[in-house]
Nanobody, 115 residues
Framework: QVQLVESGGGLVQPGGSLRLSCEAS????????MSWYRQAPGKERELVAR????????QYADFVKGRFTISRDDAKNTVYLQMNNLQPDDTAMYYC????????WGQGTQVTVSS
């Protein structure tokens, strides 16, 4: 069955960096666009970044442009989110997402930015 397992979250000070990973299994990873979403307490889930299959084109939310980088390694069935210059507003649960005839979400990894 499809599984998406995120890791790499944690507590970081403002200005710090984290690298999130999402390891996928149960489907042909290279055939799918992969995305990262986040949800802060009391707020709706929002798209952070998306990386297309085949072309590898990347799309970012305006609030992360220049700070976050999404990438993928199809040989490892893994999508990454490198997050630099983290700010308190980036505090949220971060989710890996695979769209398709049926959508799949990971369980999330918590990112907390605080001094």
């Amino acid at each position: 069955q499809v599984q998406l397992v995120e890791s790499g979250g944690g507590l970081v000070q403002p200005g710090g960096s984290l690298r999130l990973s999402c390891e996928a299994s149960g489907f042909h990873f290279s055939a799918y666009t992969m995305s990262w979403y986040r949800q802060a307490p009391g707020k709706e889930r929002e798209l952070v970044a998306r990386i297309l299959n085949v072309t590898g084109n990347k799309q970012y939310a305006d609030f992360v442009k220049g700070r976050f980088t999404i990438s993928r390694d199809d040989a490892k069935n893994t999508v990454y989110l490198q997050m630099n210059n983290l700010q308190p507003d980036d505090t949220a649960m971060y989710y890996c997402f695979r769209p398709g005839r049926r959508d799949f979400w990971g369980q999330g990894t918590q990112v907390t930015v605080s001094s």
